[in-house]
T-cell receptor, first 113, second 111 residues
């Protein structure tokens, strides 16, 4: 089955700096890679996703890059703000597994004002 | 408004009690999932369903059971609650090829 590794597990940045979270996956058949943000006491919510036919996707201050050859993808947050503080989860979905997602272990991002 | 609803949101119960956590979605999704998550930690898939009368166990072994008699309803039952079941339980649903949507969660404490 699929295995997703996520690094780092915690990340502390100064407000205004950039933050990068990296994930690797094991199954080359995976074709969809979402990122979820979970604020304290809230449900995980999708913030951006990328499909295997695209190498990069951007939405305002957040962007995701995908390297299919190396089987890794990354979340980039620029100009971080205190409200970006949350736990972020990456995930990978296999092409032959319906809508089953395999999640990474999560990254706790802290943005210091 | 189309959403996923979970009840109760918080539950404190004694050891040995039988409990059912409710999950309903009004988005018409075929696929539904249950995750167990300690606050802010990794998401562990414990059950999933691809449609009515279809249920499977997930990656994390769980003493709970699920049923899927109606498309919109996916309850999770613990026959005999134990302190080790204390955690947050998140329900989710999806429709291929789109993302999974999560419910607000049930925070369970077993004393």
């Amino acid at each position: 089955g699929e295995n997703v590794e996520q690094h780092p597990s915690t990340l502390s940045v100064q407000e205004g700096d950039s933050a990068v979270i990296k994930c690797t996956y094991s199954d080359s058949a995976s074709n969809y890679f979402p990122w979820y943000k979970q604020e304290l006491g809230k449900r995980p919510q999708l913030i951006i996703d990328i499909r295997s036919n695209v190498g990069e996707k951007k939405d305002q201050r957040i962007a995701v890059t995908l390297n299919k050859t190396a089987k890794h993808f990354s979340l980039h947050i620029t100009e971080t703000q205190p409200e970006d503080s949350a736990v972020y989860f990456c995930a990978a979905r296999q092409n032959n597994a319906g809508n089953m997602l395999t999640f990474g272990g999560g990254t706790r991002l802290m943005v210091k004002p | 408004e189309a959403d996923i609803y979970q009840t109760p949101r918080y539950l404190v119960i004694g050891t040995g009690k039988k409990i059912t956590l409710e999950c309903s979605q009004t988005m018409g999704h075929d696929k539904m999932y249950w995750y167990q998550q300690d606050p802010g930690m990794e998401l562990h898939l414990i059950h999933y369903s691809y449609g009515v009368n279809s249920t499977e166990k997930g990656d994390l072994s769980s003493e709970s059971t699920v049923s899927r008699i109606r498309t919109e309803h996916f309850p999770l039952t613990l026959e005999s609650a134990r302190p080790s079941h204390t955690s947050q339980y998140l329900c989710a649903s999806s429709e291929y090829p789109y993302e999974q949507y999560f419910g607000p969660g049930t925070r369970l404490t077993v004393t």
